[in-house]
Each structure stands twice: as structure tokens, then as C-alpha cells.
């Protein structure tokens, strides 16, 4: 059996800031992940969107945040696990926590960090147009280029479906967005931003039927309440409908759960001895779901399973620009 001073599951942007700032108080760490890649839903659905909401940079793009995390994390050397899922858990005061992986293989550790997003994810498909799935329609846009001086429809009404209008704005030979409701979800300045720029917007429609030969060449989209259709140029189809949620056996370790989310208290500990949870997985009171909070859940995380690592050390690790203490 392997043992690591803390176990991190999930190698989202929570989880590679917990992997540096267990390094930084001088754990031994192992990063755990069921995709194949670091980086969780921003390396598997965004790497081309631009992020706002981290502190220190006006905007980042995905990729760049992600390697620069793993940069930060790798000073300190922790070992990854990925492409492999942790399947059970066994924890005590006494003995610490030791994980099942699949395929057999054990973990232990003083110390659990949870910061697994959301779990895995699937996307809501579009009630049509199944056959062009790979042939013009697409759940994500991990690369922006691919989509170069074609017509861009974009089926949704929030974040991610204003993000990538904005992001292929200078791409893109056109883009629309359709939405099936006459409000956006998107945050408020994002449609502004949008609202102002050459993007066609779309509202209480929803996409009727998908014609092309090889590849899409056309949406038809009708009205839902007039019954008015209208016909646009495409060539890509983004379907921005969100996805479906699963967080897998960790729903079955004996977590305190609300709706897929782990309950934590201010100091991140579950209600499980030597568990914690930060990110988007972790819920409390007041929560907000930002990124930049996942940095500071993350970090609180490591200090206050501190004691149960290293007897010696206290929760407060001193400041950073003073070196650890």
C-alpha cells in the first residue's frame, strides 16, 4: 500500500492548488483523477475560454491557468494518479484514511482532501439533430481555431454560451445565439458585452430540424410561440445546454451530502474525521462557487488538517512572504 501524507481527489484548479500548498507545508501528496489529464472540467470543456474571475489576472484562458498551477504544484513533486478512480474509503482517527482505487490498488493517508468539482459530467444533448453529432454539432470547444471563418449557432442562454460567443467573436464569420427563453442566465455585464457586438440573438426559439450532406450546412429554427421558423447558415452548431452531474461512489463513503454537494463547515472538515472538501463539490452556508474561492477553500483545507499530518505544526503556516514556518 502506497502512503502519502494527503490524498487530493480531483486534479481540477481546487485540487492542484491544494497539491502546492500541502508542498508548501511539506506533505508528500498524491493527486488523484478519474480523466486522463490535470486540469478537470477547464482541460476537458474550456481551455480556450477566457476566466475573470481570478485574482491578479484581468482575464486568463483556461489552458494558461491550469499550466500555471500545475507549475506552482510541481515545485513540491506530488505524484499523479490519473485516468483511475478512487472507488472506496476507510477512515478513522487512529489510522488514518485509506483509499480503494479501481483495479485494486490501496492509498493511505494522514489526510483527505476532496475537490473533486463537481464529479464526472456529461452534456445535455439537443433533442435533435443526434446523426450530426461530430459533423458540425458540438457540446464543448476545446479548440477556437477549428471553428475559423464558419457560422457559429449557439444553442443556450448562459455562461458558457456567452463566454464562447465572446471568445470566437474574432473567429467566427458569424454567430448566433438561440435561446429558449427570452431572459440569459449568463452573467449580467457578459450579455451586455455581447448585446454590443455583432452577435445575433435569438430569443423563445428553439432549433426545429438539422439539414446539411456530410456536415451541417443549415439550423432551422422556430418561434414557440408565433410558430415562425427562420433559417440560419451554420457550420457549427454548439449545443450550450450545461450537463448532467454524477459524483459517482463518493456518494456512497458516509458523506453528509446536498444535492451532490459535500456539507463542510468554515475549517472544510467533513463530517468524516481526517476528511475535508473544498471547490465545487464543497457546500456551506453563503457558498459561492467561484474558482478564487476553491483557492481559499483549498488552502484552508490543508492548514487545518495540518494537525492531524504533523503533530508538531500548527494550523497558521506563517506567511508565504516570509517562508514557511
Known amino acids: 500500500m502506497d502512503e502519502f501524507d494527503v490524498a487530493i481527489v480531483g486534479a481540477g484548479p481546487s485540487g492542484l492548488y491544494a497539491a502546492y500548498y500541502a508542498g508548501f507545508r511539506g506533505f508528500s501528496t498524491v493527486v488523484i483523477d478519474t480523466l486522463t489529464e490535470p486540469g478537470g472540467q477547464i482541460s476537458a470543456m474550456y481551455p480556450e475560454k477566457n476566466i475573470f474571475d481570478v485574482a491578479g489576472f484581468p482575464q486568463i484562458k483556461g489552458k494558461a491557468l491550469i499550466s500555471g498551477l500545475l507549475e506552482q504544484a510541481n515545485q513540491f513533486a506530488p505524484e499523479f494518479r490519473l485516468g483511475t478512480q478512487v472507488e472506496d474509503l476507510a477512515t478513522s482517527e487512529t489510522d488514518g484514511v485509506a483509499l480503494g482505487l479501481a483495479g485494486g490498488t490501496k492509498v493511505r493517508c494522514k489526510a483527505l482532501v476532496i475537490t473533486g468539482g463537481i464529479g464526472s459530467f456529461t452534456p445535455r444533448e439537443l433533442p435533435v439533430g443526434h446523426e450530426w453529432i461530430g459533423r458540425g454539432i458540438v457540446y464543448f470547444v476545446p479548440s477556437l481555431e477549428a471553428h475559423r471563418n464558419k457560422d457559429v449557432v449557439i444553442i443556450g442562454g448562459g455562461d458558457s ?158 506567511h508565504s512572504s516570509g517562508g514557511a514556518e
Open 161 to 318: 454560451a456567452f463566454d464562447w460567443a465572446l471568445s470566437l467573436y474574432e473567429i467566427a464569420r458569424s454567430i448566433t445565439i438561440v435561446h429558449r427563453r427570452d431572459t440569459f442566465r449568463a452573467h449580467a455585464a457578459t450579455v451586455e458585452k455581447v448585446k454590443k457586438l455583432d452577435i445575433r440573438l435569438i430569443t423563445n426559439s428553439e432549433v426545429s430540424t438539422i439539414d446539411g450532406e456530410d456536415w451541417v450546412t443549415t439550423v432551422t429554427v422556430t418561434h414557440k410561440d408565433s410558430g415562425e421558423s427562420v433559417i440560419l447558415q451554420a457550420q457549427t452548431l454548439v449545443a450550450a445546454l450545461g450537463f448532467v452531474a454524477n459524483i459517482g461512489p463518493i456518494a456512497e463513503w458516509g458523506l453528509e451530502l446536498n444535492k451532490r454537494r459535500i456539507v463542510v463547515d468554515s475549517a472544510m472538515c467533513t463530517n468524516l474525521p481526517r476528511v475535508y472538501a473544498a471547490g465545487d463539490i464543497a457546500v456551506y452556508p453563503g457558498k459561492v462557487p467561484l474558482i478564487s474561492v476553491g483557492f481559499g477553500e483549498a488552502a484552508t483545507a490543508i492548514n487545518n488538517a495540518t494537525p492531524w499530518i504533523d503533530i508538531h505544526q500548527g494550523v497558521f503556516p506563517g
